[in-house]
């Protein structure tokens, strides 16, 4: 196969694995040892593709908040290895033009996206404001672009820092090992959002 082949298959191995397929989810939770079973350029070219269609739609026009980031977790945890630097380049360089539309980008050194919390001690708990690179994404509930997203399910319950983390890293399409809230807490303390507010996406737009 010539680079272009491996490069759709790729996208094609990554889409199937999203919708559910039962050999291309086995690649994408092994991905390392079926990389490693052929010649290293051709598993450049895979991950490659594999990459480009979490961001990119069938036309190449980005995808915004709308990432298919199913499987984005399991091609993450090839950020660190060396062995992949050069897939991890392409990918950096492919969506600097959105980069400040993304919380996080694909990078060697992994980046951690810290979200620092102002906590209020009333009954239950409320998080008064929630700040990520200096911007506070505690909004208006009729503000939100995206009102099918899981975010407003927790202006209406109580809940803890954990669950939080992780309906964050689903929504904001970033593994919950890059997420770091301050302050943490255990998970017996459930906290709510102020009446008529939700949580908005992490981006400089």
């Not at 450049?44 to 593709?49: F, K, R, T, V, Y």
């Not at 990432?67 to 969506?95: G, H, N, P, T, W």
Request: with cysteine; proline share 5%; net charge negative.
């Amino acid at each position: 196969m010539n680079d272009d082949v491996l490069f759709v298959l790729g996208r094609n191995i990554y889409q199937t694995a999203c919708g559910g397929e039962n050999r291309a989810n086995e690649i994408l939770d092994n991905l390392r040892r079926e990389m490693a079973a052929i010649p290293q350029i051709a598993a450049e070219h895979l991950i490659n593709g594999m990459f480009y269609e979490v961001y990119f739609d069938s036309k190449g026009e980005f995808r915004g908040r709308s990432l298919k980031s199913r499987c984005l977790d399991e091609l993450l945890a090839i950020q660190s290895v060396e062995k992949y630097s050069d897939s991890i380049k392409f990918i950096k360089r492919v969506l600097q033009p959105y980069k400040d539309q993304l919380p996080v980008i694909p990078n060697s050194t992994p980046e951690i996206l810290v979200v620092e919390l102002s906590l209020q001690k009333k009954d239950p708990p409320t998080i008064e404001s929630i700040l990520v690179k200096g911007q506070n994404l505690l909004i208006d509930a009729e503000e939100d672009e995206d009102s099918f997203s899981n975010m407003w399910k927790l202006s209406f319950r109580e809940f803890s820092l954990k669950t939080l983390k992780k309906t964050l890293s689903k929504e904001w399409h970033v593994p919950a090992n890059q997420i770091e809230l301050r302050p943490e807490s255990g998970d017996t303390i459930k906290y709510a959002l102020p009446e008529g507010k939700t949580i908005g996406y992490p981006s400089a737009e």
